[in-house]
């Protein structure tokens, strides 16, 4: 069964920082491109980064550009999301996914609260 666990989300300020992980199991993770999604409440599924399988090639939202980072560690069978200068509107429920486009299935996500 395919599994993710996010964690690392939190409350911060603008201008803050945050590190997301994600633990993948029930798939050979190192052989997958993996992605982030976000939930905004009252505002559709967005798209953030995605990760080749072999960690050397990024995508980036617009909207994230220049301020997320996304990596992976394939022998951990993790995901990680380095978020700086963080703004209000990332404020989301951030969810890992396997392949590009981030679809279902999802774990239970971590919750990113951004305070201006």
Known sequence: EVQFAESGGGTVQTGGSLTLSCVASGFSFENHVMSWVRQAPGKELEWVSAMHRDGEIAYYADSVKGRFT??????????????????????????????????????????VTVSS
Do not use: F, H
């Open 70 to 111: 996304i990596s992976r560690d394939n022998a951990k069978n993790t995901l990680y999301l380095l978020m700086t200068k963080l703004k209000p509107e990332d404020t989301a429920v951030y969810y890992c996914a396997r392949g590009y486009s981030g679809a279902p299935p999802w774990g239970p996500g971590t919750q």
